[in-house]
């Protein structure tokens, strides 16, 4: 089942198998580098079904760190058009890319230099939450988000919508999971807001939504549009099932095609395991009985066999993968199940078969 094909409103992925968003902490004033080049160009040769691109900033105090990709202005949109010719001139994949503010994680080292560590001193920017709260104890205080700073926020999200829309970017993947902004506005344990963005879950939901429901009426219909979502926070007065159901149900109604569910990340430890293979299959279950758009997972999900029995039990319709194929990203052409099922390349196939 993994192996066939999958019609998404006007594309049909060849397989059943996405490459995942993979932060690679290596732009140029949120631009790609020449990294990204030959990072991206190997994985649109992988096989798989369709290639989705870095978790990418709608504006400077929205990156996580200063080596992300952004999508914000001109000279963004000039070097994304020059990337994307690229990979298209090498491949017929389709190509889509994850846009996000990362809130209170903002201002953070680029991990292979400190590790889940803030910056500080002149090259460290101010940080923004729905709530005056900290990711950690070793973090700044964000500074609390007012009404007209988040209809700003709101208006970012659309122009570098709009950007990708016009970059011709096959699929828009909203990211509102992973401890970022979005998430922490739907988390009591970020979001202790009082006024109209915060207290029950309808209050918490309202800025996610609204921003869901303003890229739905400028994204194309015939596109693909998805959002990464949390399943759990993984914490005793956080996220829990009954919140992710609900805002799939609503995420659904406003015209979204699938969703990706994971979980965890809203603090620097949360009780989940993610030792075990498929950890967030339990929740997406749930949740994809609940609603009749496609769901996809993540997270420890490289064995294909056992995706491949997750969607022959309509666990998940699809399987999203990612660092595994930085490992191997020909592991697909190596498995039985996609044998002459998938192109690969004129130039490697002496090399497979």
């Not at 932060?23 to 949120?30: D, F, T």
């Not at 979005?182 to 009591?188: T, V």
């Not at 990706?260 to 620097?268: A, E, M, N």
Request: net charge positive; with cysteine; proline share 4%.
């Amino acid at each position: 089942m993994i192996e066939k094909k999958l019609k998404i409103n006007k594309y049909t992925l060849t397989n059943r198998v996405v490459v995942g968003p993979m932060c690679q902490y290596s732009g140029l004033n949120g631009n790609p580098s020449n990294w990204h080049y030959q990072h991206l160009g190997r994985l649109s040769l992988s096989g798989a079904g369709m290639l989705i691109l870095e978790s990418t900033a709608i504006s400077k105090e929205g990156m996580i760190t200063s080596k992300d990709l952004r999508l914000e202005s001109d000279n963004n949109k000039k070097e994304f058009k020059k990337i994307l010719k690229f990979i298209r001139s090498i491949s017929n994949i389709p190509i889509g890319i994850q846009l996000s503010h990362s809130g209170r994680k903002g201002s953070s080292e680029v991990p292979w230099i400190k590790s889940n560590m803030p910056l500080h001193g002149k090259h460290a920017w101010k940080t923004y939450s729905p709530s005056p709260i900290a990711k950690d104890n070793n973090w700044p205080k964000p500074i609390e988000l007012t009404v007209p700073r988040i209809n700003k926020i709101k208006e970012q999200f659309i122009r570098s919508a709009k950007i990708a829309k016009d970059l011709n970017f096959d699929c828009l993947e909203i990211h509102m999971a992973h401890g970022y902004l979005l998430h922490q506005f739907l988390s009591p344990i970020s979001n202790k807001r009082k006024d109209l963005y915060g207290g029950d879950l309808v209050g918490r939901s309202k800025f996610i939504l609204e921003v869901a429901s303003l890229i739905r009426k400028i994204w194309p219909a015939s596109r693909i549009l998805g959002a990464r979502i949390t399943g759990s926070d993984h914490l005793k007065d956080g996220i829990n099932i009954k919140d992710s159901i609900y805002l799939s149900k609503r995420l659904e109604k406003i015209g979204f095609n699938y969703i990706c569910v994971s979980s965890g990340g809203i603090q620097t430890k949360t009780n989940l395991n993610n030792k075990i293979k498929g950890y967030n299959i339990h929740l997406t279950k749930k949740i994809k009985k609940k609603v009749k758009m496609l769901v996809t997972s993540c997270g420890n999900l490289n064995d294909i066999n056992f995706a491949d029995n997750l969607i022959k039990s309509k666990k998940i319709d699809f399987v999203t993968i990612a660092r595994n194929f930085v490992k191997n990203n020909n592991y697909l052409f190596q498995n039985k199940k996609f044998k002459r099922k998938i192109k690969i390349p004129n130039q490697y196939l002496r090399c497979i078969y």
